[in-house]
């Protein structure tokens, strides 16, 4: 069994600043990519950021310049510093990580709960 667990979400204004972290657990070999992913109310899920193993990032264009994601790796944690939000970021955001279990030959999607973030004043 995998977990993703994620916190720090919550009412932020905007311009101002939150950190969100989520935490992997269980039965897991290795993690490949770890990332965030979110969604708005009658809106698709959508890529936000990834990062690999190696540090390599991706960025949404719409966060590029304001959140910066990061990881560590010994602690299979993933963060999202979000800087200066806005309230078109309010959504429910969603840990993500491409995983190998142990015992297992190929790799999966794991997932999170999502923890909701709201901009506003």
């Known amino acids: 069994q995998v977990q993703l667990v994620e916190s720090g979400g919550g009412l932020v204004q905007p311009g101002g600043s939150l950190r969100l972290s989520c935490a992997a657990s269980?039965?897991?070999?290795?993690?490949?990519?770890m990332g965030w992913y979110r969604q708005a109310p009658g809106k698709q899920r959508e890529l936000v950021a990834t990062?690999?193993?190696?540090?390599?990032?991706n960025y949404a264009d719409s966060v590029k310049g304001r959140f910066t994601i990061s990881r560590d790796n010994a602690k299979r944690t993933v963060y999202l510093e979000m800087n200066n939000p806005k309230p078109g970021d309010t959504a429910v955001y969603y840990c993500?990580?491409?995983?190998?279990?142990?015992?297992?030959?190929?790799?999966?999607?794991?997932w999170g709960q999502g923890t909701q973030v709201t901009v506003s004043s």
């Open positions: 269980g039965s897991i070999f290795t993690i490949n990519v």
């Open positions: 993500y990580a491409l995983l190998r279990q142990v015992g297992g030959s190929y790799e999966i999607n794991a």
């Open positions: 990062i690999t193993t190696g540090g390599s990032t």
